[in-house]
């Protein structure tokens, strides 16, 4: 391929190479050729132009394929338009020769084609170039058009377009030429040249004048008999051509049309021309009235499905605005059509033109206006409807008679309803809360409107009234109640009119049903409403005949529909229903036979009625409370049921008496009675399975029915990619509502709700705007064949054979179309059974069965219907799949093989390749295996049968299922098959749109066998990956959309396995101008494959899109609008009008793929496409700011010039202007605001969005960068306009953006404002944006929301200023009175749930707001009191009116609301606390439910509960603990709430007993909430739930009367911490594990304190010296402590747990392990620091609540896990700070050596151990080692000492730990840090001045003689840093101590040390001058301690001094240097000589 990559067409390559690929070769080029022309230099192909015109005019001749002809007539005329254009009239005539040659033989066909195309390619580029050759070039080619063959007929009608493109009106001469040749093909036999001349004559209309004037009526004639016989194609492109010429006769586009004052037509006569169509279709146009009425005949469908898609075309191009002006004209224009008789001849004639009716009215209203003008249209609806509802009211009250044309107008008039009522509904629902104003306004009186039509005589209109006010009540939840209970009041009111009965019934079903789509519901109390009514009218239904039947149907109705309303309201009615079912059916065949014998035929209607009615009941409690579905209830549904199947059968001969009426009301028993089996288990009804299986086998093979009704679920039923086959059978289209009329089975697409009035209230089926059940007789069939798929599997296999055998007798019997009918529903049932098979993984049967079955199968694969040859193949592909057996599989194979090797016809060849395929599919690759080599070499031949295309098209697409099934086993074939599939593609005509896309599946299959490969460098793959290419690039250039779709989902699987290899800046652009595709699939696919780009090339995606914008302004022909918004602004604006789920989901996907990739770089780009789209109010409609803005000079310059030229070319009145699009609609900006809040969550990592000095200066740094806090007064902005809309869930998106706003900018400072922060200046938003969701009419959910909010802005702490505040707390408490308004508030308009949403909503944010004053409070306490200056009051608070916000300000605001408060949320708590019992004690709920919940409504209420528990309880923990348990204990008077009753204070005293109970019962409350969340949070349960509740155990466990609970019941202490050690092996964050390190620490203290009580209480009883009762404590006397019951046991469990988490070298299993490599010791982060030190401190605390024995079980490890701890934590750090991991475990150490223990007695000598061995752990640890250098000497010297000093009689005399305890000090002593030294002396001291003389002297004989060598060498190396000072005046102090501890006698000789000592450290005078500050501080520090000492031993003094002269001298001459110095200073000093004598070093704690 490479080779082909040249500008000249590489020859000699070309010659090497096989003929087979010589197309391909020349392809590639031509590829190559057209990229580089564009971009190669103009010298250059100037220079090669001869030869390269002389290659490419060659080539046409070679007779080149349909691809290789478009690309060489592009190139063509490229090159002559880049290059000279001297010889461009020689290579016209040579085409033109071609094309005039009389040479017919098929293979000269590809070459006059390419001439044809290179004609029409040179006018399109080159245009008035060309000049004066067109008329000859024009008529030749009309000449060889009327020879031509459909090929050649197409070809040149699109070459003529093409021409007519590039002259322009330049060549108006040839235009009626054209016309008169072109408009008679427009009915051609071949579809693909009816669809050219369609588009040849689009063009011509855009100049030729005479098209829209003079010939208007005859283009349009011409169009309607187009459309006879047309396929999908050919409607889509004449519906344009249609509606584009009649738009512009109505509105015309030229300067010529004003000059030549052409008559221009009115509106009146263009809608008329195309209401003749849609009435009369093509047979011409007869002008009077009375033959109009009298012509038979209807239209055929076709031309009124291609009308009704011309009618919107119209509108479209006619645009919004002017449908806007005009709407009320075309309203009554399009409703007129449906009254018209022509149009409803029969009932589905009616049905179907009201279907093209509504989608006019939808695809126009629904498409063009924005949400204003939709309003305005919505009474345009409502004014027509009325303007009807008058007429049929006269008309039915005209009692004489006279008006006997108005029954007529009746019946017409309930058509317009329907078609009105429907569009109301659906704008309704689209425009969501949004449509509130039409439904205010009382001027419209819209529901007034309505529900009149309730009263209508056809029934119809009822219902389609009803789905209206649905509509109304989905859309604004608050109108359901309401609307409930006025027509539950008019039913009861006009009891005694039929229609109202019936009209009111329908509408409160249809309003019931509605209730699932509002989250809110509706009150409880409705439920038992409906129930009265529904009884009511079934008991009166016998009172009166003329009723009676309207009343059965309506009471039934109604019951059906409230089983919608689902188990939790059923529950309660459900006796009473299975009475009434009961009550309906005889009880006995006694009954029955009494019955038949008694009934006239209403009496038999009315009770068939009744019966379907309660049958339908039935299925819809089934359907909707499978919960509900015991085996009681079902087996009390069975009696009633099996009623109804014996009923079944006497039914034929009661219609026999009594009259064929009944036979409706019959089938629609039985349709009721399979609807409802069909969802029991087929097991409850096995006995009747005979009479069953009789009853449908007769339905479905039409045994009692004369009609050809066949079933509509085969569709279904069979395998979705196979709808290519079926031809007829729509793939998903814009216009698939209408086009559903033209598909073959009955009644397809005639759906409508009059035909089954239960679909009123179920729900809605995905993808469609209003149910459309079909008409009954096709229903029942439908029902039949689903419930034999069903039961199928559970027949035995006796009767499965006579089944078989009986559907092959049936099709033998009828003839004709009935036998096609017959056939259709027979193969539907059995892929139903098939399907039933499979899913119920069961076999089919033995081989008799298998026979009978593959004989029927077989049978259908050549029968000449191609739907049923899909069925079989199909069938047999899924028995092969329920046989699974190899043999019976390879005989399906084989028979298929041999048929294909034979047959030569083209049904039975089609039928057996599918067969082979549906095989394959159903096998899978590995049981078809051994087929797989015949079945592809079968099928590759096929598929090059040219000669029939239809044979093609099957062996190709089973090709594909081949590929596809067969995986990596496909591998060796997938050269071949490529070979072919780019054969193929290169030269079948692309009129056979079905073989390319087939060829297009097929490619798609073989890139996903060859799946990664494709990566690959190899040839063969290079070869495979360009060949994929290749067809890739061929389908793109296809002229179908469909192909093009297949084009794109094969390159995004290429990019998926290959992405290198996919040329992104070309397939970007293409897509984006797909998404502006009229064809959905072709858009669909682009969106789809837009989402896997910007999955992982976001930004290279945008990119290219812009750059297309870029280009977009080169070539007009591709409207685009991507604007400098780009793609994005593209994708928004395509939400606004996409109404497919799929294609929506995916756009949402794109956008979140780019936004999440993109939005940080390009923050102002995002931010302002949100803005713009939540900008967009409902109030601008034209020129949304996402889509266009048009420039402002243009707006100018057309006032200027109002009728220039160029002005009146530029399109329809400038288009820009007459298309505005649409604003933003509000789904569009809900999405919107979710990305708000996405992009604010996406600038969370990098913290500078989040600082404004930061962001500050990063942008004077680079102006480019963007952080998110310079935005923030947009992102205000946008969080405001969304909380603030109409509608509702943009409020909620809007608040939730402004919670999270708050959040994230709460702590952010203002730079020019210390002390402030950034959010304050906008509090006045805020407030603003909260108010209005605190309005009575708000639904609960945003009211919820906003409450939420306002505890976050209120706990923010981002206001100072109470009276700020106050306008948000404002709020809250009027939310607070709503809450003690109580459960019976008469204004219900929601559920009782959605009320307690509400009120624990505002309970939760008061709890939030208490719990942040709180802690505000005790913050403000902890910090020590500065003293204030009281400034101006304007509160009137304490006396704290200085401008900063005093401590307990927010806490005044809450103060005054505590006592209601406290009492609520106790009742909250208790509820929450029932509702968390497990299932099985749902007897102990109290039966009127809790506080704020109803017992009906207790699931949902769960859920709010448990959203909002957490803050509750942490508040109520606070309120308890501050208030000592509601007991006002404090001295102020705190009103306290207990439980019920109001506030009482200290007078409470009284009632000691009940308030200790309170105390209990609160305890219990509290603890049971808290271990029950705790037990088993749910992983989703967000982090700060876990938090709150530990916080709130916390704050609890600190109250006495807390501590003295949990102490007493010590079983509730141990089950809690063993809750919380699960807590900690699922939680990680350290807060979480700090936090359960406080809740220990004081349950033990709470333990502890019991404990001294208890030996308080004990030491009094026996006064006498004993410390205490050895008993007492746990462990007891034995010292064994019980897992499960010892407390102490459970905090062991739980700290050992954290301390080995933390530091897992402590744990001795894991040094043990042979792969242990031992660590050094690390640094712990801060939090696991403190969280280590918290639990050494509380082990350390253990011991003590133990009796002696049992502390001595557990010290051994307490000892052991605290010295470990100091081993790993002892580090040395930079600045000396000692870590406080190990202050804590020093402070651990000291509590355990100094607990009274020691003097137990018979625990001497086990103390003494221990003692021992954790000193010698301690010295074994802190022997210095290589691998720990960093270790902390000090902080294990302390250790040691600690050891000394607090057990010296343990330890004296223990020479070992003697000996390794002086070895360390030692070491220090020699250490060359002096801070150790320093540390080691202060030690030192503490162990020589120990009390123990026999302790200290050994370590005073070993290690003084040291400490002196030690200081003497100081005055050689006089110290040079502070420290080395520091150490050398600690050294001085301990033997200062020394001397005074020694006795008199000694004393001279000790001095004798010290004295020369200090003198040899002073300076001689003169050196003290020049000497560094260090050494004169060292000297200062000698001279004053020897001025101290020299007077406190004055005699030894002297005898040191005088032993030595030399030092007396040195001391006198510093003493008087010292004094000349400065006697003032010597004066002061010896004043206060103590200052200095203070050690400099203060360890954080002392622990000595």
């Known amino acids: 391929m490479e080779l082909a990559h040249s500008l000249l067409l590489n020859e000699e390559a070309l010659a090497q190479i096989t003929e087979a690929k010589r197309p391909v070769f020349i392809f590639e080029w031509l590829r190559f050729l057209d990229k580089v022309l564009v971009t190669a230099n103009r010298v250059d192909v100037k220079e090669k132009q001869k030869k390269l015109v002389e290659q490419l005019t060659g080539l046409i001749s070679s007779a080149p394929g349909p691809p290789t002809r478009k690309l060489l007539a592009k190139n063509l005329a490229t090159l002559y338009s880049i290059g000279d254009t001297f010889t461009v009239f020689q290579t016209l005539d040579k085409c033109n020769e071609i094309i005039k040659s009389k040479d017919d033989t098929p293979a000269y066909l590809p070459t006059k084609l390419a001439a044809v195309a290179c004609v029409g390619a040179f006018y399109d580029k080159m245009g008035r170039m060309l000049g004066s050759s067109f008329p000859d070039t024009i008529n030749n080619m009309l000449k060889a058009l009327k020879s031509a063959e459909s090929q050649g007929r197409g070809e040149i009608l699109l070459s003529l377009q093409k021409v007519l493109c590039g002259l322009g009106g330049a060549a108006a001469s040839c235009h009626r030429d054209i016309y008169k040749n072109a408009r008679s093909l427009l009915t051609d036999r071949s579809m693909a040249v009816r669809c050219a001349v369609a588009k040849c004559l689009l063009e011509l209309q855009n100049e030729a004048v005479f098209m829209w004037t003079t010939e208007l009526e005859n283009v349009a004639t011409l169009c309607y008999k187009a459309l006879e016989g047309s396929n999908y194609g050919v409607r889509v492109e004449v519906a344009k051509l249609l509606g584009t010429v009649m738009a512009t006769a109505l509105l015309p ?296 039947l309207q009343r059965t149907q309506a009471g039934w109705l109604l019951l059906g529909a409230l089983m919608t309303l689902g188990p939790s309201l059923v529950r309660y009615h459900l006796p009473k229903m299975l009475l009434l079912w009961r009550n309906v059916f005889p009880r006995s065949q006694k009954e029955l036979e009494a019955e038949k014998a008694r009934g006239d035929a209403f009496t038999w209607q009315v009770t068939l009625e009744g019966r379907a009615g309660a049958l339908c009941a039935m299925r819809s409690f089934v359907a909707h409370c499978p919960e509900l579905l015991t085996e009681d209830v079902i087996r009390r549904l069975m009696t009633p049921i099996e009623c109804a199947m014996t009923m079944m059968s006497h039914v034929p001969a009661i219609i026999k008496v009594h009259g064929a009426h009944l036979k409706a009301s019959a089938a629609m ?475 929506c989901s995916d756009i949402h996907d794109t956008l979140g793929h780019m936004l999440s990739s993109l939005a940080v770089e390009k923050l102002s780009h995002w931010l302002k496409l949100c803005k713009d789209v939540l900008a967009a109010t409902t109030g601008k409609d034209v020129g949304a700011p996402v889509v266009f803005e048009v420039e402002k000079d243009e707006e100018d310059s057309e006032k200027k010039d109002e009728m220039d030229d160029d002005s009146m070319f530029t399109g329809l009145g400038e288009d820009d202007k007459s298309k505005p699009s649409v604003a933003p609609r509000w789904v569009t900006r809900v999405f919107a605001a979710d990305c708000l809040c996405r992009i604010i969550l996406l600038c969370e990592n990098d913290k500078a969005h989040f600082d404004l000095a930061a962001a500050r200066s990063a942008q004077a740094k680079n102006p480019k960068g963007d952080q998110l806090v310079l935005h923030l007064s947009d992102l205000i902005r946008m969080a405001f306009m969304a909380a603030t809309d109409h509608s509702n869930q943009l409020r909620m998106a809007g608040l939730q953006a402004l919670e999270d706003i708050i959040k994230k900018f709460a702590s952010v400072p203002e730079p020019e404002f210390p002390g402030h922060v950034i959010l304050e200046q906008y509090q006045a938003n805020v407030g603003a944006a909260l108010r209005p969701a605190f309005s009575p009419d ?220 309170s105390v209990k019962d609160r305890m219990h409350l509290m603890l049971g909430v808290s271990i029950e969340f705790l037990c088993f949070p749910r992983p989703e349960e967000p982090i700060h739930n876990v938090m709150s509740c530990l916080h709130a155990l916390f704050t609890l466990l600190a109250s006495p009367c807390a501590k003295i609970h949990i102490a007493e019941d010590q079983l509730l202490a141990v089950e809690l911490l063993n809750v919380l050690h699960r807590l900690l092996l699922t939680r990680d964050p350290p807060a979480v594990q700090l936090q359960v390190t406080a809740v220990v620490q004081e349950t033990i203290r709470a333990a502890q304190d019991h404990l001294q009580r208890q030996k308080a209480g004990k030491g009094k009883e026996e006064e006498g010296e004993k410390d205490s009762q050895p008993s007492l404590g746990e462990g007891a006397d034995t010292g064994e402590l019980v897992p499960g019951k010892s407390l102490v046991f459970a905090a062991m469990e739980l700290l050992v747990f954290i301390l080995v988490r933390h530091l897992p070298q402590l744990n001795a299993r894991v040094k043990e392990s042979p792969s242990h490599v031992p660590l050094r010791p690390q640094r712990l982060p801060e939090e696991s620091a403190r969280l280590v030190a918290n639990t050494v401190s509380i082990l350390a605390e253990l011991p003590s609540l133990c009796s002696p024995a049992g502390s001595m079980t557990i010290l051994p490890t307490v000892l052991f896990l605290i010295t470990g701890v100091l081993r790993e934590t002892a580090l040395k750090t930079a600045d000396n700070s000692v870590p406080v991991t190990v202050t804590a475990a020093l402070q651990g150490i000291k509590t355990i050596i100094t607990s009274p223990l020691a003097r137990v007695e018979g625990m001497q000598t086990q103390w003494s151990g221990l003692v021992r061995s954790g000193l010698a752990s301690v010295l074994e640890n802190s022997q210095p080692e290589e691998s720990r250098p960093d270790m902390d000497e000090v902080s294990m010297l302390t250790a040691i000492t600690l050891f000394l000093l607090s057990a010296s009689n343990e330890l004296v005399g223990v020479i070992v730990l003697q000996k390794g305890c002086m070895d360390r000090f030692r070491n220090a002593l020699n250490s060359s840090d002096p801070w150790v030294q320093a540390r080691c002396y202060q030690l030192l001291l503490s162990v020589f001045q120990h009390s123990s003389r026999a302790l200290s002297t050994p370590y005073i004989h070993a290690l003084a003689p040291l400490m002196v060598e030690k200081l003497k060498a100081v005055e050689r190396s006089r110290p040079g840093t502070a420290a080395e000072l520091q150490a050398v005046q600690e050294g001085i102090r301990v033997l200062e101590n020394l001397v005074g501890m020694g006795e008199e006698q000694n004393r001279v000789q000790l001095l004798a040390l010290l004295v020369p000592t200090l003198i040899s450290y002073l300076l001689d005078e003169h050196a003290i001058s020049s000497a560094p500050q260090v050494s004169r501080g060292l000297h200062e520090f000698a001279l004053q301690n020897l001025m101290r000492i020299g007077p406190l031993y004055p005699a030894a003094f002297k005898t040191v001094i005088g032993a030595a002269p030399e030092l007396k001298i040195r001391l006198e001459s510093a003493i008087l240097a010292n004094q000349a110095s400065s006697r003032a200073k010597a004066a002061a000093r010896l004043a206060q000589p103590q200052v200095q004598a203070a050690p400099t070093i203060k360890l954080k704690t002392n622990f000595f």
């Open 669 to 1143: 028993v039985r349709l009721r009675l399979y609807d409802i089996l069909a969802l029991l288990p087929p097991k409850t009804y096995e006995g009747s399975f005979n009479a069953l299986l009789r009853e449908l086998v007769a339905e479905f093979t039409l045994t009692d029915n004369s009609a050809n009704t066949t079933t509509s679920l085969l569709r279904s039923l069979c395998h979705y990619d196979d709808s290519v086959l079926m031809g007829s059978w729509l793939q998903e289209t814009d216009h698939k509502c209408i086009e559903d009329q033209l598909q073959p089975n009955s009644a397809s697409g005639s759906g409508a709700l009059e035909h089954d009035p239960s679909s009123i209230y179920l729900r809605v089926p995905v993808g469609e705007a209003i149910p459309g059940p079909l008409p009954l007789g096709v229903s029942v069939i439908d029902a039949s064949v689903a419930l034999f798929g069903v039961v199928f599997p559970h027949v035995s296999f006796k009767h499965r054979l006579q089944m078989l055998d009986h559907f092959a007798e049936c099709i033998k019997q009828a003839k004709g179309v009935r036998q096609q009918a017959v056939q259709l529903n027979i193969f539907t049932a059995v892929l139903s059974a098939l399907k039933g098979l499979a899913e119920n993984k069961s076999t089919l049967g033995p081989e008799e069965v298998r026979k009978s079955a593959l004989a029927l199968v077989m049978g259908a694969l050549d029968n000449p219907n191609p739907i049923l040859r899909c069925a079989a193949g199909e069938a047999l592909g899924r028995m092969a799949q329920v046989v699974g057996e190899a043999t019976f599989i390879a005989r399906m194979a084989q028979t298929s093989f041999d048929k294909l090797k034979s047959a030569r016809d083209v049904v039975s060849r089609t039928g057996h390749s599918l067969a082979l395929g549906c095989l394959h599919r159903y096998v899978g690759g590995i049981g078809s295996g051994q087929h797989l080599k015949t079945s592809v070499s079968i099928l590759l031949a096929l598929a090059q049968d040219g000669s029939s295309h239809e044979v093609q098209t099957w062996a190709l697409h089973s090709l594909a299922l081949i590929v596809d099934s067969s995986g990596p086993m496909y591998r060796g074939y997938v050269e071949p098959t490529l070979s072919l599939v780019l054969t193929l593609l290169l030269t079948v005509p692309p009129s056979h749109i079905e073989v390319h896309q087939c060829l297009g599946r097929c490619l798609g299959a073989l890139i996903t066998t060859v799946g990664p490969e494709l990566q690959g460098n190899g040839a063969t793959i290079s070869t495979i990956r360009s060949s994929c290419l290749v067809g890739c690039a061929i389908m793109q250039d296809h002229s179908d959309s469909l192909v093009q779709a297949a084009a794109i989902s094969c390159l995004q699987q290429l990019h998926m396995f290959a992405p290198r290899h996919v040329n992104l800046s070309s397939l970007v652009p293409c897509l984006c101008v797909h998404l502006c595709s009229p064809h959905l699939l072709l858009r669909r696919a682009a969106v789809a494959c837009l989402r896997q780009l910007a999955q992982r090339e976001a930004a290279e995606v945008c990119e290219y899109a812009m750059s297309l914008a870029k280009r977009g302004g080169d070539n007009n022909t591709i409207h685009l609008n991507i604007t400098e918004t780009g793609l994005e602004g593209v994708l928004f604006g395509m939400l606004d009008r996409e109404t497919d789920r799929k294609l």
């Open 253 to 548: 586009k030229h300067a010529s049309v004003m000059r030549q004052n052409v008559k221009r037509a009115t509106l009146e006569e263009v809608l008329e021309l195309m209401a003749t169509g849609f009435l009369r279709g093509g047979s011409g146009f007869l002008k009077s009235g009375g033959e109009m009425l009298k012509g038979g005949g209807s239209v055929s469908r076709e031309v009124r499905v291609g009308i009704t898609q011309a009618y919107v075309v119209f509108v479209t191009t006619l645009g919004g605005q002017w449908l806007e002006r005009n709407f009320a004209t075309f309203l009554s224009h399009v409703l007129d059509l449906v009254s018209h008789p022509r149009a409803t001849q029969t009932h589905v004639e009616a049905v179907y033109s009201r279907r093209c009716v509504s989608f006019m009215l939808r695809a126009t209203l629904g498409g063009l206006l924005g949400e204003k003008a939709q309003i305005a249209a919505g009474k345009e609806i409502c004014q027509a409807i009325s303007k009807q509802m008058r007429a049929v009211e006269a008309v039915v009250n005209d009692i004489s008679g006279e008006n006997k044309a108005g029954a007529a107008d009746v019946s017409a008039s309930q058509h317009v309803m329907v078609c009105a009522l429907k569009e109301l509904g659906s704008l309704v629902q689209s425009l969501s809360a949004t449509a509130s104003p039409l439904i205010q306004e009382p001027s419209i009186g819209l529901l007034e409107t309505v529900t009149s039509v309730l009263l209508h005589p056809s029934m119809a209109a009822r219902l389609a009234a009803a789905w209206c006010l649905r509509c109304v009540a989905v859309a604004l939840p608050y109108q359901l109640t309401p609307l409930l209970d006025r027509c539950a009041e008019r039913i009861n009111s006009l009891k005694s009119s039929p229609e109202a009965v019936s009209g009111y019934s329908f509408a409160m079903a249809a309003l019931l049903g509605g209730v699932h789509q509002c989250p809110l519901g509706i009150p409880h109390s409705k439920g038992k409403l409906v129930v009265s009514i529904a009884e009511d009218l079934l008991r009166t239904a016998a009172q009166n005949s003329r009723l009676s």
């Open 1338 to 1557: 708000t639904p609960s959910d945003i009211t919820a929301k906003a409450c939420q909010v306002c505890s976050t802005w209120i706990g923010s702490g981002v206001v100072s200023d109470l009276n700020d505040l106050r306008r948000v707390h404002n709020l809250l408490v009027s939310s607070l009175d709503k809450v003690q308004a109580g459960k019976g508030s008469s204004s219900q308009l929601y559920s009782e749930s959605a009320t307690t949403m509400e009120k624990l909503a505002v309970l939760k944010a008061w709890a939030e707001v208490y719990v942040v004053a709180m802690n505000i409070k005790k913050d403000a306490e902890s910090k020590p009191a500065k003293p204030v200056q009281s400034g101006e009051d304007d509160d009137d608070e304490d006396d704290m009116g200085a401008d900063v916000l005093p401590p307990d300000s927010l806490i005044t605001l809450v103060q005054p609301e505590l006592p209601s408060l406290s009492r609520l949320w106790l009742a909250m708590l208790r509820d929450y606390a029932l509702l968390t019992l497990p299932a099985e004690f749902s007897s102990q709920l109290p039966p009127d439910g809790g506080a704020f919940y109803t017992p009906e409504t207790i699931d949902t209420a769960r859920l709010h509960y448990r959203s909002s528990w957490a803050p509750v309880l942490h508040a109520v923990a606070l309120w308890l603990s501050s208030t000592e348990f509601g007991a006002a204990e404090e001295k102020e008077d705190v009103p306290s709430a207990l439980s019920k009753a109001p506030a009482i204070s200290q007078a409470a005293s009284s009632t000691t007993k009940s308030f200790e109970e």
